[in-house]
């Protein structure tokens, strides 16, 4: 037993009733009101924050899956690896159509957002894959982009994109020349 065990015993009833009170004067004070080991640590039964950690952890467990579920079910596993740093940039005017932020294709192509990919200019990539040799991680950027394009373009067609979304990216010539008529046809008959 330890001497703070010792201790414990020896102040019987009164350390007893502190075991299970949210205040531990025994803890050292961090902040004015907060002691350091108040509530959680000097609490002997606490169902209530056990099962609330629980929960907690298990909806982290569960965003973290699908973050990477989805991506690996959408075809585009890659995209995993992208850790943002926009080093792709650096591709500039050796973009042939002139699209300034891939990294914003890719964190799009990952989770599936057609809007964001539409209106980095996505449906305008021609796949050249002059950015992919700026990708610090060597993705595969244009396989990438070729994969969310044609998602874009289902998700299109089922109504699961704004009509305003495609009509100005229509308008502006951010569609290239793979989709053009398939896009004109939908405006036409949505
Ligand atoms: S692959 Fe697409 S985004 Fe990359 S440089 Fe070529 S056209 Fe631009
Ligand atoms: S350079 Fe590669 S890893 Fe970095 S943001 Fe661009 S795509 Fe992602």
């Not at 959408?74 to 080093?87: D, F, I, K």
């Amino acid at each position: 037993m330890s001497d703070e065990d010792t201790k414990t015993t020896k102040s019987g009833k009164k350390e007893e009733a502190t075991r299970h009170m949210r205040e531990d004067p025994r803890s050292p004070v961090l902040l004015p009101g907060i002691r350091r080991l108040q509530f959680f640590a000097n609490l002997a039964d606490r169902p209530l924050t056990l099962n609330l950690n629980r929960a907690v952890m298990f909806g982290i467990a569960a965003s973290l899956a699908v973050d990477v579920v989805k991506p690996v079910i959408n075809g585009v596993p890659q995209t995993l690896y992208c850790y943002e740093c926009r080093a792709c940039y650096g591709t500039q005017d050796k973009c042939p159509v002139g699209i300034a932020f891939q990294a914003e294709l890719t964190v799009a192509s990952r989770v599936a957002d057609y809007e964001r990919f539409i209106k980095a200019g996505g449906l305008k990539c021609i796949r050249c894959g002059n950015c992919a040799s700026y990708c610090v991680v060597n993705l595969n950027l244009p396989r990438i982009y070729s994969r969310m394009q044609m998602m874009t373009i289902d998700a299109m067609k089922r109504g699961a994109i704004p009509r305003r979304v495609i009509e100005k990216a229509f308008r502006e010539g951010a569609i290239n020349r793979l989709f053009i008529n398939e896009v004109a046809q939908w405006l036409e008959t949505a």
